[in-house]
DNA sequence: CTGAAAGCGCTTACAG
DNA sequence: CTGAAAGCGCTTACAG
């Protein structure tokens, strides 16, 4: 292994000169580091980070937390924050997979020591814990996980506006029994889905039908919905479920059951997955910008990381685009829901469409 | 910040006390050992991660380099790397979205010192650029890249036995003129797969029928790719996509053109995403265990790792299984294609299924 | 079994 | 501008 001194005897100058020369803090003569990179090239030295992270406290690397990847979600959120990491000069220290707040907390803590600050998106982690397990001198910034006490950073997608606008399009096409298949109890994107669908329909004072059942973001759940919905008395004639892939089981059960949509019954999904459009009829859904999603996580967690704690704490909720497509009875139209607002508006659940 | 000169002197000890307690190393009574713990707890004393790193030269962290990240694929097979990592307490420091060589290399560098080996999945990186850029001392794995002088281990899905058998059924389903749709050219994915459809048509001599239109691994240019085949004056009767976001986008194609599928042209994809079964008709394709991939990519490269340079270089190849649903005109079988064999083995071309 | 001390490779006041 | 030296927090022969 060459080391800070073999380049020096190889310049014939001070490790000092060599560590100025290299990182190009403090003055050095053109000379020297000339010299200096020279030698640094010729032996091929690599500064060891290790050493450098001991001594300046810095490690140059994120830690980023996620719930058991599943689906085209994550790897559009990891792309978001590698790019902007890279672009910073900032690594990144992956770890998911994990079951139970235990596990997490395991994670998380050992990650301590190796990364300037980390990223979570858990549903086992939220907020309080968070902050019970950070150190105070390790920032933290939540994704699409709200923050009681807002006293962490958050980024999160406008699931309410997205449920929102899909909800009110549903009820202008002229449907007025709008089931929603909903996702897992306690999951925060699933809660928001949900108010931003009830608030719709609480607008529409004259619409007073509301039908609601559990899935947990799976197509399977998404069958065995559409089979409950399928088995009502009274059948609604239109369906938003909280996620594409629950959308599709409800396609696949209604095509099964020859059910036609939307003739029968109208559909909605959230999330705008690739193959949305490519179903049979094409879906109508709430395009959402993960990557963006991550990017902008990211980015907030920088500055605090450059700022060290004097930088302000805040939300932020990243808009949504409402996309109509044949499931509910219309075209290919493309509407923006709204832009980017704080987030202690987006939680007062005013309409924004 | 807590060190473990405080918890020495909390516990009335010395520091190499304190570290061969902590740490199981060395012997020390049981005394020693509880006034230690209560102490670093009392205290809430983490290790410093980079002194640690800095002393024993071992980071016990992998990194990860893979290309721009899209789809599914990426965020199963880095579930299956995370997974094989925390079962080993080892963390991932990850790298995506280089376009290019030189990006690539930077990434790779940028990660030298805080890794203790890396896991390589890049079009941009083959075996003789990743030898050029890694020091002797850290290990690589090459994933679903072929290493021609097979001095660093890979692992490799069995791209080329299962476009042979998804083929070859095609074959006995009756199917004389079967199209198929490559993926990107350069591509070791899609060279294999277009080996194994040569192949398994090279087997059967009567067959001479054989048609190539190259895409880009995008539903998009399956699409294309599809339109180009709707024009030809002699049309297949049956297509071979090199996965299944193509086979989608002649799927789609078929459909705008009211070419019925599989009466008028049966499809096949490779991948078998969790959409490929419930689209209509669903999907005949190959399943891939991409999670394992990255597992078993992971456990190799640990091993090198352990060994130290001892550990032997080896080719491995995973299994994967035709699955057969109604876009080939049958029912919904499912049948394996081979075991795991020696990559040497493999490559000599010779059908397995 | 235990402790004093060396040393991992680097950065950065400090003095010149 | 340059160099000698201290020190980051830890582990591990070494001597006792």
Redesign the interface.
Known sequence: ?VTIKDVAREAGVSVASVSRALNGTGEVTDEIRRRVETAAKRLKY??????Q??ITRS?R?IGVLLP?????????L??GI??AA?SR?L???????HGNVQEAAV?L??????VDGVLVMSPHVDGRVLRRILPR?IPGVLMNTHDRRASLTSVSIDNFGGAFAVTEHLLRQGYGRIAHVAGPDGNFDAQERLRGYQEALAQHAHRKWEWLVRGEFT?ESGYRAAREILALSERPDAVFAAND?MA??C??AF?EANVRVPRDVALAGFDDI??AR???PPLTTVRVNTSELGARALDRLAVEIEQGGAARRSGEVLATELVVRASTGTGDVVRPTQAAIPIRRARKGVPRS
Chains 1, 2 share one sequence.
């Open positions: 292994m690599v500064p060891d980070r290790a050493a992270m001991l490690t690397t058991d990847l599943h689906g085209e979600f994550f790897s559009e990891i792309r590698d790019a890279r000069g690594h990144l220290l992956v770890s998911s997979s994670a803590k050992s990650m301590m020591g190796r001198s197509e892939a599709l089981g396609l696949f095509n690739p193959i490519f179903v049979t």
